[in-house]
């Protein structure tokens, strides 16, 4: 049986050789990286335990055992989150996704001077200011977010959109990060139907998103660079916050320009009408 944490810990027992645990490798190997009882070995567990809770047997591993896993599979803080999301999945009923922005949230959107959006845990827009509306998707409706019934959605305009990979400068990096997100959602959030439903309909209808997802990339995607390749005013490299709204599970990100900087003109060349 596959499950969301028997595939996690598959991918990442495969993406560490032996040599670089720092064990002897026997004999030929049917597939890359550490075998269970290798890996079980490091960790300082039983075989048998390990397989039962890769096989998802059991959802009640310690803490300790959860940190042991994570330093033998080396992984980031974030990944290190998502294993005990999917070893421990809770279902937090004070927080349930909402379908709308706080007016008080949309009224900073709108103050804000450069690029800004509000999105949801499936990376839907849900709000954008003019600058925002301009940077990502100048040919929707500037009222676009405020349908909910085909408001954007920032995965599906990057996977399935024709031309939607040529904003980005890197657009395989996005794509990563996109799906690295959508991982990081499903561990907070492994109930809800509105995302099963984003990732099944991206499985269906894009390879290059099949692919990423089957990888199991996490990545929380709270702040960094992003480099545009836009249509209008060309190359914007533009650095960006996400703060977690209070009481919900959306996101305002905020995206500047280093001032004096060849993406500051570019901005203020997109904002005019």
Not at 52 to 72: F, T
Not at 111 to 134: E, K, M, T, Y
């Amino acid at each position: 049986m596959t499950t969301e944490l028997g595939e996690f810990l598959r991918t990442r027992r495969a993406a560490i050789s032996p040599d670089d645990a720092g064990l002897i490798s026997y004999g030929a190997r049917r597939v890359p990286g550490l075998r269970r009882e290798e890996l079980a070995m490091l960790a300082g567990v039983s075989p048998t335990y390990y397989t039962r809770l890769e096989q998802a047997d059991q959802h009640n591993a310690s803490d300790s055992v959860i940190d042991a896993l994570a330093r033998a599979l080396r992984l980031s803080p974030e990944e290190h989150a998502h294993l005990r999301r999917l070893a421990r999945p809770v279902v937090d009923p004070s927080r349930p996704p909402a379908e709308q922005a706080r007016p008080s949230a949309r009224a900073l959107v709108h103050a804000s001077p450069g690029p800004a959006l509000i999105v949801d845990h499936s990376n839907d827009i849900l709000a954008w200011n003019h600058l925002g509306h301009r940077l990502l998707a100048p040919d929707l409706p500037a009222e676009a977010p405020d349908r909910s019934a085909d408001r954007p959605n920032q995965a599906r305009m990057l996977f399935l959109e024709p031309g939607g990979s040529e904003l980005y400068v890197d657009p395989d990096a996005m794509a990563r990060a996109m799906v690295g997100f959508l991982r990081y959602s499903s561990g907070l959030f492994p109930d809800d139907r509105k995302l099963s439903l984003l990732v099944g309909e991206l499985v269906q209808r894009s390879t290059w998103f099949a692919s990423l997802w089957a990888e199991h990339p996490v990545f929380d995607c709270g702040y960094g660079v992003k480099s545009f390749r836009h249509p209008l005013v060309g190359r914007l490299d533009l650095s960006y916050e996400a703060l977690v709204l209070a009481e919900t599970t959306q996101r305002m990100v905020l995206y500047t320009a280093e001032p004096g900087s060849s993406s500051a003109d570019g901005l203020e060349l997109l904002g005019r009408d």
